[in-house]
């Protein structure tokens, strides 16, 4: 699955690790802890390839491969049920 951020979102790193995201449509707010902005980052360097980018956590973590992409799914599917992400094949958002 490849993912982006919906175009009416900023996105915010805090300095203490905190992934912050905006709609600026509809103002709703998501904050997620420390592990959220890693995923993101990681999203983010991977073009959106959750796969590639779980496999980078999973060596990165030395955590199982399989746990951290179920984790990163079910994020990512919030995520884009919620808005603040697309699927990289709806060109709509």
């Given at each position: 699955m490849g993912v982006q951020r919906?175009?009416?979102v900023a996105v915010t790193i805090t300095r203490?690790?905190?992934l912050e995201l905006k709609?600026?449509?509809t103002?709703?707010?998501?904050r997620g802890h420390p592990v959220?902005?890693?995923m993101w980052i990681a999203l983010q360097q991977h073009?959106?390839?959750v796969d590639r980018a779980a496999a980078e956590l999973a060596d990165t973590w030395e955590i199982d491969y399989e746990?951290?992409?179920a984790y990163m799914d079910a994020w990512v599917n919030r995520l884009v049920s919620t808005?603040?992400?697309?699927?990289e094949n709806d060109i709509s958002g």
């Open positions: 919906a175009r009416n203490e690790g905190y709609s600026t449509e103002d709703e707010h998501y959220a902005a890693a073009d959106g390839q746990q951290i992409r808005g603040f992400m697309r699927e």
